[in-house]
């Protein structure tokens, strides 16, 4: 049997699942009769009939279900084939590639729908912080003036633990975060009754803004803005203690 006779892996599988008419499954019924190496590939690609859905069972419980769905629901209606076991397999290779990009997918769908991508994007992971998240990071002052020092260089935009320091919340880390190329510096701060809170600094492209409120993954956010900077506060605290917060950070980061 010549190279070019040779079927295919995904032949063979179509072959194993009894999708191939009557004159393909009987020629590959001869050359399995007759070639011991395809008969040998035969007989791995039935030892591969595994319990995939049982392996993909915790990866589908962390999945986004909420977002998939409304994404699913805003599609127009499809025929939908039965799912062979063919396809599964290479519905579940493209999904293993596309997970590398699958946080560049939600933050760019969520940036469409929201109009607002870099606070929605924040609100996206502060959602999931807790407490223990920032509990093990350095209280070292030094560590602190550094990390400030780098955002601030990187932001254009002179930091200092004073110029930063929120009444009530302790002061934990600051670093950079990138969404989709624009530089994000984020500061988080532990606050002992509310949890985590963050004060998140980038670019601003609109100019100045006044002070205002929104929710996103149940959480409350004051933003603003000043000529050169926009400002958001996330956390749990309520509007009123971020609004005071926001207050104090905006006139020792104008006089920075």
Not at 105 to 127: D, K, N
Not at 230 to 256: D, H
Request: proline share 6%; hydrophobic share 45%.
């Amino acid at each position: 049997m010549t190279d070019t006779n040779v079927p295919s892996d995904e032949l063979l599988v179509a072959y194993l699942d009894g999708e191939l008419d009557d004159a393909q499954r009987r020629l590959i019924a001869d050359q399995v009769c007759n070639d011991p190496v395809l008969a040998s590939r035969i007989e791995a690609l039935q030892c591969a009939d595994l319990p995939f859905k049982a392996a993909f069972d915790s990866l589908l419980a962390q999945a986004p279900a909420e977002r998939l769905h409304a994404m699913l629901n805003a599609l127009p209606p499809t025929q939908v084939a039965p799912l062979s076991r063919r396809r599964f397999l290479a519905m579940a290779a493209g999904f293993a590639v596309a997970g590398v990009a699958a946080d560049r997918l939600f933050m760019s769908w969520t940036h469409a729908e929201s109009g607002q991508g870099w606070r929605a994007s924040v609100a996206e992971y502060m959602a999931l912080y807790t407490p223990q998240t920032l509990e093990h990071l350095s209280a070292d002052p030094a560590s602190h003036i550094a990390q400030l020092n780098s955002v601030g260089a990187q932001l254009g935009l002179a930091l200092s633990p004073a110029s930063v320091n929120l009444p009530g919340a302790e002061f934990r880390r600051a670093q950079i975060l990138d969404y989709d190329g624009v530089l994000i510096g984020q500061l988080t701060y532990l606050d002992p009754r509310h949890g985590p809170l963050a004060l998140c600094i980038t670019a601003g492209k609109k100019g100045a803004q006044p002070i205002a409120t929104e929710q996103r993954r149940g959480l409350n956010v004051v933003y603003w803005a000043n000529p050169s900077h926009a400002f958001m506060l996330i956390g749990r605290n309520p509007f009123e203690a971020l609004q005071s917060m926001a207050s104090s950070a905006q006139s020792t980061l104008m006089s920075s």
